[in-house]
């Protein structure tokens, strides 16, 4: 993989645990500064932060809610106080509030919606306004900025009892493709759709065979992701080796969605 020439400023939203921890870590190991995002688990963000600086990085703790506009913008501010500027922002915060669709609150809507999606257009605004403060990138060189969402197979595979979910990532493909047609050549927008990944979360479906089994029989590796792959991804599509690559939504399932 073709490494940045420099380290790069990485914020990365919801990294105090799962997914988000081990994206954070691997940047850590690309020696890039990583803005660590929390909400509620500041110690898990303590622990994402001594291990993206115990691989060779450096790294910096922000709580803030990804729904709330100010703490948003306090969260760039910070970033830039402390580093000058950002290269990459992952937008990997997100959470769930399932129900039967005639019995879901407003609030259990709402709720899903403002983190998984107006969480990201926030962090995305920010980013494409500070972006939009650089020098063009000419044609033929790299982009002077990344932006990466964080999809779901469920943006195609429809999720009973989990519409509010579903929904949301959904909107976040044309979310990625709408961003990367308007700021293409400067900015490369893309997005990761993950399977079924072992994480803190999902170790109990796993666990239950009756649960899991009709699951795991439709995917082709016959395995569970693990969090370091979409990880990977992530770096790599922020790198220079994914200099012509943006408005893709990448599945990273093990197959799941070809059966």
């Given at each position: 993989m073709t490494a940045p020439q420099s380290p790069q400023t990485v914020i990365v939203?919801?990294?105090?645990?799962?997914?988000?921890?081990?994206?954070?870590?691997?940047?850590?190991?690309?020696?890039?500064?990583?803005?660590?995002?929390?909400?509620?688990?500041?110690?898990?963000?303590?622990?994402?932060?001594?291990?993206?600086?115990?691989?060779?990085?450096?790294?910096?703790?922000?709580?803030?809610?990804?729904?709330?506009?100010?703490?948003?913008?306090?969260m760039f501010e910070a970033c830039m106080?402390?580093?000058?500027?950002?290269?990459?922002?992952?937008?990997?915060?997100?959470?769930?509030?399932?129900?039967?669709?005639?019995?879901?609150?407003?609030?259990?809507?709402?709720?899903?919606?403002?983190?998984?999606?107006?969480?990201?257009?926030?962090?995305?605004?920010?980013?494409?306004r500070y972006f939009e403060s650089k020098p063009a990138a000419d044609i033929d060189q790299p982009a002077i900025g990344n932006i990466i969402f964080m999809s779901s197979v469920h943006d195609i595979i429809p999720w009973s009892g989990h519409v509010n979910y579903a929904s949301s990532k959904g909107a976040i493909v044309q979310l990625t493709k709408s961003l990367a047609q308007e700021y293409a050549p400067e900015v490369r927008v893309n997005a990761v759709a993950p399977g079924w990944i072992v994480t803190p979360l999902s170790k109990g479906l796993f666990a239950n065979e009756a649960a899991s089994g009709p699951i795991m029989a439709r995917i082709p590796f016959a395995r569970w992701g693990e969090a370091r792959e979409i990880a990977d991804a992530i770096v790599y599509l922020a790198s220079p080796a994914a200099s012509y690559v943006t408005g893709i939504v990448l599945p990273i399932d093990g197959g799941y969605l070809t059966v």
């Open positions: 939203t919801g990294a105090s645990s799962g997914l988000g921890q081990a994206i954070a870590i691997a940047f850590g190991k690309q020696g890039a500064n990583v803005v660590i995002n929390y909400h509620n688990d500041e110690e898990g963000a303590k622990e994402t932060l001594e291990q993206v600086e115990a691989g060779g990085g450096k790294g910096m703790v922000v709580k803030a809610d990804v729904g709330d506009e100010k703490a948003v913008i306090a106080a402390t580093y000058a500027g950002i290269d990459v922002l992952v937008c990997n915060a997100g959470l769930q509030r399932d129900n039967s669709f005639s019995a879901m609150t407003l609030e259990e809507w709402q709720q899903v919606i403002n983190t998984n999606l107006t969480g990201q257009f926030l962090c995305a605004r920010q980013a494409i």
